[in-house]
């Protein structure tokens, strides 16, 4: 049961989510996550690394999945300490054995222990195949719609971009359990920073989304969410009216990054002033690829207003 000072605390500990989600918003989550007394099935546990920071709220949530053949999904840190959780959790579990590691995606408080976890257990450690090599010691790749067993099951690879390109989510059917990674987060929103991070593809992974039967979610950071599609459905609103904010912008004449983000973010700490730049960054780009927006060296200038 998530109480409230520990929702509360989640949320003090998390300037990236007061950046990237109003207040409105986040009430809500912290309303939320009050409410919930979930459990997850009893083939899946967690292990939350000791990485708590910005960007990763209380910290990287690594799963672990399965009956006596385990997957781990994500493993943020090297340290033994770290291991230790995650093999316990295993052990616990009644697992005989990690027999495979998968990755949401390659940013270092999802993947930076895998290497040593799978040193540490002999599991294959698998990764999405445009990113293949990155690491130097992945055993197999996954892509879109392949399906991944594990000791009870199997797990559905969604590839999801626009947080990151490999991004991916993978969908446990029997259960219905969405593992999310860092496309839908427990309490406020991902960063979606170019190059490689695409708003465009980031609003078209939400809507897939829709398309599967969630009953639960299970993200890279913060507490389970209990009520996906409102969830979903939240999150493609939010943009959807950060887009709208920088629509005005450029219609009241701030042209440049800078400008637009002063006037959107208005109570921004200087820390996080680059944070919220990227995600301003992300939508021109989007605009730019629909035609309704120009760039002129540093200058973004509105061509259509439908």
Same mark, same amino acid.
């Given at each position: ?6 929702? #509360? ?12 989600? *109003? ?10 996550? &009050? ?19 910005? %960007?990763?709220? +209380?910290?990287?949530?690594q799963?672990?999945?399965? !009956? &006596? ?13 770290? %291991?230790? @959780? ?6 616990? %579990?009644?697992?005989?054995? =990690? /027999? ?17 976890? !799978? ?6 450690? @698998? ?20 399906? =991944? ?14 947080? /990151? ?6 969908? &446990?059917?029997g ?16 960063? =979606? ?5 695409? %708003? ?6 939400? /809507? ?17 969410? @209990?009520?996906?599609?409102? !969830?979903?459905?939240?999150? =493609? ?12 912008a #450029?219609r !009241? ?7 637009i983000? +002063? ?5 921004? *700490?200087?820390?996080? +002033?680059?944070?919220?730049e990227? *995600?301003? +960054?992300?939508? #021109? ?5 629909? @035609? ?9 200038? #509105?061509?259509?207003?439908?």
């Open positions: 049961m998530i109480t409230r000072r520990e929702a #509360l605390a989640a949320l003090g500990k998390s300037s990236l989510a007061l950046l990237c989600g *109003s207040l409105r918003f986040l009430r809500r989550d912290a309303e939320a996550a &009050e409410r919930l007394a979930m459990a997850t099935p009893n083939h899946i546990r967690h292990f939350t690394a000791d990485n708590p920071g910005i %960007m990763t709220l +209380q910290g990287t949530n799963y672990v999945v399965g !009956k &006596e053949n385990i997957v781990v999904i994500d493993v943020a840190l090297s340290a033994d300490s770290n %291991m230790d @959780g995650i093999i316990e959790q295993a052990e616990a %579990m009644g697992a005989k054995k =990690i /027999e495979k590691i998968l990755l949401t995606h390659i940013h270092s408080d999802h993947c930076g222990g895998a290497l040593a976890l !799978k040193k540490r257990t002999g599991a294959k450690l @698998g990764i999405h195949r445009s990113r293949a090599g990155y690491l130097g010691g992945e055993d197999f790749q996954y892509g879109d719609n392949d399906r =991944i067993g594990f000791g009870g099951g199997e797990l559905h690879v969604l590839h999801t971009p626009g947080h /990151e390109s490999g991004h991916c989510c993978f969908y &446990e059917s259960d219905k359990v969405l593992f999310s990674g860092d496309n839908i987060l427990g309490f406020g929103t991902a960063v =979606i920073r170019p190059p490689d991070g695409n %708003m465009t593809d980031y609003l078209k992974s939400l /809507e897939r989304l829709l398309g599967f039967n969630i009953s639960l979610i299970l993200p890279g950071h913060g507490p389970l969410i @209990g009520k996906p599609e409102a !969830k979903i459905r939240e999150y =493609i609103q939010h943009r959807l009216e950060r887009e709208h904010q920088v629509l005005s #450029l !009241k004449g701030r042209n440049t990054i800078g400008d983000t +002063q006037m959107i973010y208005v109570d921004v *700490s200087p820390a996080l +002033q680059r944070v919220a990227f *995600s301003v +960054q992300a939508h #021109l780009e989007k605009l730019m690829r629909e @035609g309704r927006v120009k760039r002129e060296a540093d200058r973004y200038l #509105l061509l259509s207003d439908n």
